[in-house]
Each structure stands twice: as structure tokens, then as C-alpha cells.
């Protein structure tokens, strides 16, 4: 996960080119951006996550494990009054600056791993 700043002002460090391309993955979808738009509003669990934005569980959890993946969305297990375990969702704190410069420096530290997952993801 790519954090802001620490309480010294220190940045952080330049994203690896994998890390960058599994964050920008994980953002490319419209539906995945709506998640992240919602959970900024507060943390919820996945029923009523999918009932707020439309979309069935499954599909939504799918979606959920791709941002948690990406270390943009983060997932809690609960226990409710009734005893039931839920898992209660929200956005992790990120920040990415892009730029020609970070781009490129990332390009350089992509692994042969993450290229053909990437490539595969494109098809």
C-alpha cells in the first residue's frame, strides 16, 4: 500500500512498477471507482454495500478483493449482536502521484510476472 506522508512530512516511497499496475487494475473499472466513491462516504459491510450501489454480493465481492488486493480498500471481520460474522469494508488511506517521471521509473521495476498479468488482464 502506498501511503501518504509520515508525521515527519517524509514521502513516500516511489510505488514499484507491479504495485503501480495492480493499483491502476484495480481503478480501471467504473464499478470498482463507485465502491471506493461510496466507502469514502463511511465503512459498510457487503450487503448493504451492494444494496447502497446496486450490484450483487458476488459480483461486489469480487470487486471488494481486487481493491483489498491493491491495498486500496481495507476488510475487517465482525461480529454482529447476533453472533454472525460480517466483514465490514473501507478505503484504505493512499496516495499515488503520476507523473512521466514516476511512470517511468516504475516501467523499470516491472517483473516479468506482473507484464503477463497485465497483458492477460488487457485481453
Not at 486500496?72 to 502521484?97: C, I, N, Q, R, S
Amino acid at each position: 500500500m502506498h501511503e501518504v506522508a509520515d508525521h515527519n512530512g517524509v514521502p513516500p516511497p516511489a510505488p514499484t512498477g507491479d504495485e503501480l499496475l495492480k493499483v491502476l487494475s484495480a481503478l480501471g473499472n467504473p464499478h470498482r471507482m463507485r465502491i471506493v466513491a461510496a466507502l469514502m462516504e463511511s465503512r459498510n459491510y457487503v450487503s448493504a454495500l451492494a444494496r447502497q450501489i446496486g450490484m450483487g454480493r458476488p459480483l461486489l465481492h469480487m470487486h471488494l478483493q481486487r481493491l483489498e488486493a491493491a491495498g486500496l480498500v481495507v476488510g475487517t471481520l465482525e461480529l454482529a449482536e447476533d453472533g454472525k460474522a460480517m466483514k465490514y469494508f473501507e478505503v484504505a488511506p493512499f496516495f499515488y502521484e503520476l507523473t512521466p517521471h514516476v511512470i517511468a521509473q516504475a516501467a523499470t521495476t516491472i517483473t516479468e510476472t506482473a507484464d503477463r498479468t497485465a497483458k492477460e488482464e488487457a485481453k
